[in-house]
């Protein structure tokens, strides 16, 4: 009988630790479950969605120090591109950077960047001026930059179902800001 109430004891003992270990491990689970999510909300960019997309360009282009067709000619995070034709905004070059990391330093999960080369309209805000001059470029996901053949776009330009619609809005907001 002795030996049935150790044994009893022996279960007992090793049943707590198991529910003291899943007790933990869910204290565990659940934290780094919070930390997710608020990693999640901390990298994401909040844009304001507008019901037109000519709404879109218009806040794009107030809210932007440089507005023009470019061609992109080195892409990635520190790309380059060539000045085609501007709509707003002053610039010493035809020749001009754009960058992902902010003036501060840092990489901003808002900023956007070309990812092929080509033609795009970018609506650019000016990140820094060296001391040599020159300034450097960055774009927001929540302008409406993209690429003249839409294969490459931001956050607030809609999606590829809207395609012929947005290509054919593209070209009459061009041909209103050349008219400018």
Same mark, same amino acid.
């Given at each position: ?93 035809? &020749?001009?950077?754009?960058? %992902?990391?902010? =003036? !501060? ?5 808002? *900023?956007?960047?070309?990812? $092929? ?36 776009? &931001?956050?607030?330009?809609? %999606?590829?179902? =809207? !395609? ?5 809005? *593209?070209?009459?907001?061009? $041909? ?5």
């Amino acid at each position: 009988m002795l030996s049935v109430n150790i044994a009893d004891k022996r279960t007992r003992v090793c049943f707590i630790k198991l529910l003291a270990n899943i007790k933990s491990n869910m204290k565990i689970l659940f934290t780094s479950f919070i930390l997710i999510l608020i990693q999640v909300n901390l990298i994401s960019c909040d844009c304001i969605e507008y019901l037109r997309f000519s709404d879109t360009d218009s806040v794009s282009f107030e809210n932007s120090d440089l507005v023009l067709i470019a061609e992109v000619i080195y892409s990635g995070k520190e790309y380059k591109f060539v000045l085609i034709e501007k709509f707003k905004g002053q610039t010493l070059n035809d &020749t001009l950077s754009g960058e %992902s990391i902010s =003036e !501060d330093g840092f990489f901003d999960n808002c *900023t956007y960047y070309p990812t $092929k080369t080509g033609r795009f309209l970018l609506y650019l805000d000016v990140n820094t001026v060296m001391p040599n001059g020159e300034t450097t470029y960055i774009a927001s996901q929540c302008a409406a930059s993209r690429s003249l053949d839409l294969e490459d776009r &931001t956050y607030v330009v809609p %999606s590829q179902n =809207e !395609d012929h619609n947005l290509s054919k809005w *593209t070209n009459t907001w061009i $041909k209103c800001l050349s008219e400018k």
